[in-house]
């Protein structure tokens, strides 16, 4: 088993920046990949940056040139630097550690933590 614990949610007003954290514990050897998901309300779950083992990273299209994805494999930590915020960018960010498909039916999940941009 692995086990994801998140930090850095919070409130920001929009063109702010917060920066997520994900340490990740346990079985970490079997992890490859790792990224950040998000879900607000109503609406489903997407990826939102993803990053593996070798430092390879895609990024949503609704992030690129606005978030940054990063990883510490002495540390077991993955990053999600925020820049720019919008209202649109506010969910619940979730992070995803997998050694197969991230998101998949056998990777881990964190807790969740709260992203809120807003006036």
């Known amino acids: 088993q692995v086990q994801l614990v998140e930090s850095g949610g919070g409130l920001v007003q929009p063109g702010g920046s917060l920066r997520l954290s994900c340490a990740a514990s346990?079985?970490?050897?079997?992890?490859?990949?790792m990224g950040w998901y998000r879900q607000a309300p109503g609406k489903q779950r997407e990826l939102v940056a993803a990053i593996t083992s070798g430092g390879s990273t895609n990024y949503a299209d609704s992030v690129k040139g606005r978030f940054t994805i990063s990883r510490d494999n002495a540390k077991n930590t993955v990053y999600l630097q925020m820049n720019s915020l919008k209202p649109e960018d506010t969910a619940v960010y979730y992070c995803?550690?997998?050694?197969?498909?991230?998101?998949?039916?056998?990777?881990?999940w964190g807790q969740g933590t709260q992203v809120t941009v807003s006036s």
């Open positions: 346990g079985r970490i050897f079997s992890i490859d990949a």
């Open positions: 995803n550690a997998a050694n197969g498909v991230l998101g998949g039916s056998d990777s881990y």
